[in-house]
């Protein structure tokens, strides 16, 4: 996959900085992010909450063009095309929905509660310039039905408003939508967190099931709990803090987590993988937490380093670079530093 | 030994619609007891009647059928304020369990009024009771206690409410999903100050979960319910190496694992 050129890549990210101007002042979320996506790939991209994954893929998906997100830097290249130096008409009309399309966390928030699905449906064309008129509805709504039955969801959903459907099933319906557009890219902000361990289940199934069936190209995926990116991803990326710790193929950062942060996330999920009980099984390491979400934007050095139980000297001075470890995997920790 | 708390072919229905009237039923002929420091893991996927089983034992609904006995009497017979000096519950959401404009010393401070009763002790001393709390279970009371609830992250916010249990030392604890909005890297201390809780004054926890992998971890016995029933109750041990029923069997196959992937993609 890696002796592709720059134009097959579904997605490159370049030294992408942003955030959020509030009255209180910027607060930068992501700050210097880069990584790529390529074809046929599903990316997870694993962190705590305030460790940017949100706003990660939201900038990538706007380009920062919503209020009050905002790029300050960087490159967001999708199929060739620098999104981030589009006109905002240029961008909808060839981009939104045609290229990218985020699912919020709450599928609540995404669909239009006073609307019917299939009216739902039609404003997303009207948005991204297909009208739907007299002639053309009966195919359209063929199209989504063939649609629904082929991810074998019941096709009567589409008549249905979002309040009549349970959290899974309102998740699979919006994920459907986005796969009958044939968006080549979709962004799944934490689609099963809100979820129990059945339904959670079926939602990742159909995920699979639109990136098989080829509706999608690629697709990001965030989560923060390792186990369920493990069940889906190809690739992932660790996110601590608005920068990337790790990137690694699935299998790689399982078996041997480089990153420290990343040892604490597959640490944390010990006990409940070999089915053990409280009295056999006591966490050693015990890591701190940071009182606010808010400081940790705010450390010098490695941004990891207060909770970190190997902080060296250097990692309280100066931030670590991005070191390539492998083929395709890269680690920012100054432990892997050559010297 | 004499159980603690013993719930009795326990429904509960509601009543749905004015000139149609639908009866839903939530809970449906529910028999559980629990002894003193066990820890009961409720599991089951949303809409099955976790939460409403929990709130028939905290008292905020009324069971339609059945009774709940605590202690060898009927839950309706103890007054109020003796009845959650027992029994005290946690919650999904630890955001909205604390009162946005107040302090957490002064959250606190309710807690060990209610355990001491307000003139008999002083404001010195309950300030030292909940700073020796807070340091047992981890937590730094110089950086906590002078902050609002919104300054604090989702996991200390539930380890302080598991501290406002210590205080109060009940001889049950209601736990409803309090790790399902926390980080997969900080549940574990919560679940830490749970066992704390348990071990260090003998508090029996009904923790609810939809996870089966966590209720492995933190239980000793096991009830699995769906559709208001209880399809499976046992030993922890028991319903891991051979459950009865299809639905605890599916429950066991859909836990994400880091060994194994469910399929290829």
Redesign the interface.
């Known amino acids: 996959m890696n002796t592709l050129d720059n134009d097959n890549k579904t997605l490159i990210v370049r030294n992408l900085k942003g955030g959020y101007k509030t009255e209180y002042g910027y607060v930068r979320a992501v700050d210097g992010v880069s990584f790529d996506v390529y074809p046929r790939e599903?990316v997870g991209i694993v962190g705590?909450?305030g460790s940017g994954k949100t706003t990660l893929l939201k900038l990538i998906c706007s380009g920062g063009r919503i209020p009050p997100l905002f790029l300050e830097e960087g490159d967001i290249i999708m199929d060739g095309i620098n999104i981030v130096k589009l006109g905002w008409n240029e961008f909808k009309s060839k981009i939104l929905g045609k290229k990218v399309a985020y699912v919020p966390q709450a599928a609540y928030d995404a669909i239009y509660p006073y609307k019917r699905i299939w009216q739902f449906y039609e404003d997303i064309l009207r948005e991204i310039g297909i009208s739907v008129n007299k002639e053309n509805e009966d195919q359209i709504k063929q199209h989504l039905i063939e649609c629904f039955k082929s991810l074998g969801l019941d096709p009567s959903l589409i008549n249905r408003y979002s309040f009549e459907l349970?959290?899974g099933m309102r998740q699979r319906a919006v994920i459907a939508l986005i796969a009958s557009l044939r968006v080549s890219l979709p962004l799944l902000d934490e689609p099963t967190s809100a979820?129990?361990?059945?339904?959670?289940?079926r939602v990742?199934?159909f995920i699979?099931n639109i990136?098989?069936e080829g509706y999608v190209k690629s697709v990001i995926i965030s989560s923060?709990?390792?186990?369920?990116l493990?069940?889906?991803a190809?690739r992932m990326l660790v996110m601590y803090a608005g920068k990337i710790m790790e990137t690694a193929k699935v299998e790689d950062i399982?078996a041997e987590p480089l990153h420290p942060y990343t040892q604490?996330?597959?640490k944390?999920?010990e006990?409940?993988?070999g089915?053990?009980?409280?009295k056999e099984?006591k966490?050693k390491v015990?890591?701190r937490?940071?009182?606010?979400?808010y400081t940790m934007l705010t450390i010098t050095g490695c941004r990891f380093h207060p909770r970190c139980p190997y902080a060296m000297d250097i990692c309280r001075k100066e931030e670590p670079p991005t070191i390539k470890v492998d083929r395709d995997r890269t680690v920012a920790c100054w432990m892997y530093m050559k010297r | 030994m004499e159980p603690l708390l013993e719930m009795r072919n326990v429904s509960k229905h509601y009543i749905s619609g004015y000139i149609k009237t639908n009866i839903i039923p939530a809970v449906i002929d529910v028999s559980l007891t629990l002894n003193r420091r066990e820890i009961l893991a409720l599991v089951g996927?949303?809409?099955s009647g976790k939460t409403t089983l929990a709130k028939i034992i905290l008292r905020l609904i009324k069971p339609s059928k059945g009774e709940v006995i605590l202690g060898g009497k009927d839950i309706y017979s103890y007054p109020e304020k003796d009845y959650y000096l027992k029994v005290q519950g946690i919650f999904q959401d630890p955001y909205t369990s604390f009162n946005p404009i107040k302090p957490i010393l002064s959250t606190l401070m309710d807690a060990v009024m209610l355990r001491f009763k307000i003139n008999k002790i002083d404001r010195d001393k309950a300030v030292k009771i909940i700073e020796s709390t807070l340091i047992r279970l981890?937590l730094n009371p110089m950086?906590?206690l002078n902050?609002y609830p919104y300054?604090?992250?989702?996991?200390?916010l539930q380890r302080i409410l598991i501290a406002r249990a210590y205080i109060i030392e009940p001889d049950l604890l209601l736990a409803d999903e309090p790790t399902s909005m926390i980080?997969?890297?900080?549940?574990?201390?919560v679940?830490?100050a749970l066992?704390q809780l348990n071990e260090e004054k003998g508090t029996s926890i009904i923790f609810i979960t939809?996870?089966?992998?966590?209720a492995?971890?933190?239980a000793d016995k096991i009830a699995v319910m769906y559709k208001g029933r209880i399809v499976e109750y046992g030993e922890?041990d028991e319903v891991?190496s051979k459950p009865r029923s299809e639905y605890a069997k599916?429950?066991l196959l859909?836990?994400?694992?880091?060994?194994r992937?469910?399929?290829n993609?």
């Open positions: 599903i705590e909450s349970s959290g979820l129990d361990v059945v339904t959670q289940k990742l199934e699979a990136f098989r923060h709990d390792v186990a369920t493990r069940q889906i190809h399982i604490l996330l597959i944390s999920l006990a409940f993988e089915f053990k009980s409280r099984y966490p015990i890591y937490e940071l009182a606010n979400i | 996927e949303s809409g981890g950086e906590i902050k300054e604090l992250s989702g996991g200390q980080d997969a890297s900080t549940r574990l201390s679940l830490n066992f939809h996870d089966l992998s966590q492995f971890y933190v922890r891991l599916s429950l859909s836990i994400p694992r880091l060994s992937r469910w399929f993609v």
